[in-house]
């Protein structure tokens, strides 16, 4: 695929961010590209020339490229997956399980991605809406997980779940995650979720802190329609939590709906992507024993 305009996000404020912008920027600038720099980041590097919205980037740039880490891939994410755009990341955080490019490898990274050279991958996401007396309240979509919490800490909450038409159960506890495939590596798997791969249309219903000990973690189908219904016995009010950035707030009796959006996000990797290579790597797995 050839990319002609290239938008540019990264954390505003962030020596290392910087650092990377402005050897992306060179590289880019060799290869005649157009270039657009999220509006935070270039009023932050004092360079308003190619400043852009996300918004703008997704509708003018063929490939976007995130600087930093997981959370600032997830946020740009949910905005670009609305647009027909490809995304890379170039890792300045921690795990980067969705960053896939070092710093000192950007040069021959864009050699690669310039020459068709990379995996691109289509990622399904998530759209979660809060109905209350049956009309909608709000909508918000989702990358990694929608998780359903208490607005208090160390509170249970009744509520009961349906995937379609199914009842499953009702149950006491802190709340539920329902996750991707992408976002089962991240709060799904620190509440003792399963790894789902990439690929699989699936989803995984991971309770956190059930009352009962026989709850364990489901995966179901992700063309599934979950339905949360919230009991109308929880004194407070609960919320939705939209790869943690997003909250929306969920009255007792109100009812949620989540469902795969019609929209998907598509990742650009290395040639030498491997996703067994990235979970030995990010979570320390034992090498070949020969």
């Not at 289509?122 to 998780?147: G, M, P, T, Y």
């Not at 026989?214 to 004194?235: C, F, Q, W, Y």
């Not at 795969?260 to 030995?280: A, E, G, M, S, W």
């Amino acid at each position: 695929m050839r990319y002609t305009t290239v938008g540019l996000i990264g954390k505003p404020s962030h020596e290392a961010t910087h650092s990377s912008i402005e050897i992306l920027i060179d590289e880019l600038n060799k290869r005649n590209c157009t270039i657009l720099i999220e509006n935070r980041i270039a009023q932050s590097m004092n360079d308003s020339s190619n400043a852009a919205s996300m918004a703008q980037i997704g509708e003018q740039a063929d490939l976007a490229i995130v600087v930093g880490g997981d959370g600032n891939m997830l946020g740009a994410a949910r905005v670009l997956a609305e647009y027909d755009v490809d995304v890379v990341g170039v890792n300045r955080g921690n795990l980067g399980f969705l960053t896939d490019i070092n710093p000192e490898d950007i040069p021959q990274q864009l050699d690669h991605i310039f020459n068709n050279k990379t995996y691109r991958e289509k990622r399904f996401i998530l759209e979660a809406q809060v109905f209350r007396d049956d009309k909608l309240q709000q909508s918000h979509s989702a990358i990694n997980e929608v998780v359903l919490h208490h607005s208090k800490v160390a509170h249970m909450m009744e509520f009961e779940l349906y995937v379609g038409s199914d009842f499953v159960f009702s149950q006491r506890s802190d709340g539920l995650i329902i996750a991707t495939p992408t976002g089962s590596t991240a709060y799904s798997l620190s509440g003792g979720g399963p790894i789902l791969v990439p690929h699989l249309d699936a989803l995984t219903l991971v309770p956190m802190f059930p009352h009962t000990l026989s709850n364990r973690p489901v995966v179901v189908d992700a063309n599934s329609e979950i339905t949360l219904k919230i009991s109308k016995k929880n004194t407070d009010s609960v919320q939705i939590s939209c790869d943690s950035h997003v909250v929306i707030a969920v009255e007792p009796g109100d009812y949620v709906k989540i469902r795969k959006n019609k929209k998907h996000l598509t990742l650009v990797h290395p040639p030498d992507y491997n996703y067994f290579n990235v979970l030995r790597t990010k979570l320390n797995w034992g090498s070949k024993l020969y």
